[in-house]
Nanobody, 123 residues
């Protein structure tokens, strides 16, 4: 059974940085593309970033380009999301997700999900 466990959330001031981690267990991590999504209060869950199984390809939502960086360490079965220049509108629950095979920004294609970690950005 696949388990994804996020960590690194918390409260940060606008302009600050946080790094999220997501540990993957139960399958061969290096064969899974990974992604981060988020759900802000009162809004639907939305795509943030994705990374291919080998780490060579990444893709980002326009609203995080230049501020967030997704990466992975296949030796540690972990995917990361480095978030810089945080804004109050980045406040949300952030979820990591995994799918076998190729990467995508489409939420429906992700097979496995973490429980989410709260990010709150204060003014």
């Amino acid at each position: 059974q696949v388990q994804l466990v996020e960590s690194g959330g918390g409260l940060v001031q606008a302009g600050g940085s946080l790094r999220l981690s997501c540990v993957f267990a139960g399958r061969t991590f290096s064969t899974y593309s990974m992604a981060w999504f988020r759900r802000a209060p009162g809004r639907e869950r939305e795509f943030v970033a994705t990374i291919s199984w080998g780490g060579r390809t990444t893709d980002y939502a326009n609203f995080v380009k230049g501020r967030f960086t997704i990466s992975r360490d296949n030796a540690k079965n972990t995917v990361y999301l480095q978030m810089n220049s945080l804004k109050p509108e980045d406040t949300a629950v952030y979820y990591c997700a995994g799918k076998s095979g190729g990467w995508t920004s489409r939420e429906i294609e992700y097979e496995y999900w973490g429980q989410g970690t709260q990010i709150t950005v204060s003014v």
